[in-house]
Nanobody, 116 residues
Framework: QVQLVESGGGLVQAGGSLRLSCAAS????????MGWYRQAPGKQREWVAI???????NYADSVKGRFTISEDNAKNTVYLRMNSLKPEDTAVYYC??????????WGQGTQVTVSS
């Protein structure tokens, strides 16, 4: 019954910024972690960032210093602020929630395209 609804993707020039949002609705009762993944054309899906209880965050090396993950736990919402975007950041971005039962929920994916 849980659905994740994403927004914020789009087309930007290199060096620009975007903020992705993902909100969960439905019967979810507790969220242990929220994260973002991405999949570029012709490549494997890769993990990008995660935020856990206590507002602890971790990032993939490729985005450290440029991306910031944050959350509003009361609203079951996770954000990904992306600065200094590069063409290699072009991908479909997916949000992921892990609930108190350690079940995973996925968003539908949103396209981010960065032009050079």
């Amino acid at each position: 019954q849980v659905q994740l609804v994403e927004s914020g993707g789009g087309l930007v020039q290199a060096g620009g910024s975007l903020r992705l949002s993902c909100a969960a609705s439905g019967s979810i009762t507790r969220v242990n972690a929220m994260g973002w993944y991405r999949q570029a054309p012709g490549k494997q899906r890769e993990w990008v960032a995660i935020i856990t209880t206590g507002v602890s965050t971790n990032y993939a090396d490729s985005v450290k210093g440029r991306f910031t993950i944050s959350e509003d736990n009361a609203k079951n919402t996770v954000y990904l602020r992306m600065n200094s975007l590069k063409p290699e950041d072009t991908a479909v971005y997916y949000c992921n929630f892990v609930d108190g039962r350690n079940y995973n929920y996925w968003g539908q994916g949103t396209q981010v395209t960065v032009s050079s």
